[in-house]
C-alpha cells in the first residue's frame, strides 16, 4: 500500500509559479510510476504529468508542456510538480497517483489505470 498525500496548492495570480508537492508513505515510490492529474468543477480528471520508475522518464499533457515540470526525489520519497506561468485554466484539484508497481511501458494518461490517490490540493488562479 502506498499513502500519497499532495501540498503546496493555493490562490495565486496568473503568471506566478507554484510548486506542489506529494509526499509518500507506507513503501518507496522509487519503483511506481507516478503521475500528476487535475480536475476542474463540472470536468472529468485530466492527465497533467508522469514520471516513470525505471528511468524517470517524463511525459506531458499538450497544455502543460514546457510550462510544467515533474520531478521526484526518491530519497525523500517524494514528487514534485513545479507550475511556472500558471494560467486560469489550470484551476482545478491537483492530485498525485501511483501507477501498479514496477509497471512498464509509457505511462497510462487515464485515471483509472492509477492504483493509489492523494485527497487532493486546490490550485487557483485568478486572471
Known amino acids: 500500500q502506498v499513502q500519497l498525500v499532495e501540498s503546496g496548492g493555493g490562490l495565486v495570480q496568473a503568471g506566478v509559479s507554484l510548486r506542489l508537492s506529494c509526499a509518500a508513505s507506507?513503501?518507496?515510490?522509487?519503483?511506481?510510476?507516478m503521475g500528476w492529474f487535475r480536475q476542474a468543477p463540472g470536468k472529468e480528471r485530466e492527465f497533467v504529468a508522469a514520471?516513470?520508475?525505471?528511468?524517470?522518464?517524463?511525459y506531458y499533457a499538450d497544455s502543460v508542456k514546457g510550462r510544467f515540470t515533474i520531478s521526484r526525489d526518491n530519497a525523500k520519497n517524494t514528487v514534485y510538480l513545479q507550475m511556472n506561468t500558471l494560467k486560469p485554466e489550470d484551476t482545478a484539484v491537483y492530485y498525485c497517483?501511483?501507477?501498479?508497481?514496477?509497471?512498464?511501458?509509457?505511462?497510462?494518461?487515464?485515471?483509472?489505470?492509477?492504483?493509489?490517490w492523494g485527497q487532493g490540493t486546490q490550485v487557483t488562479v485568478s486572471s
Open positions: 507506507g513503501r518507496s515510490t522509487s519503483s511506481y510510476t
Open positions: 514520471i516513470t520508475w525505471s528511468t524517470s522518464s517524463t
Open positions: 497517483a501511483a501507477q501498479g508497481l514496477r509497471a512498464l511501458g509509457v505511462p497510462p494518461r487515464t485515471a483509472p489505470s492509477y492504483d493509489y
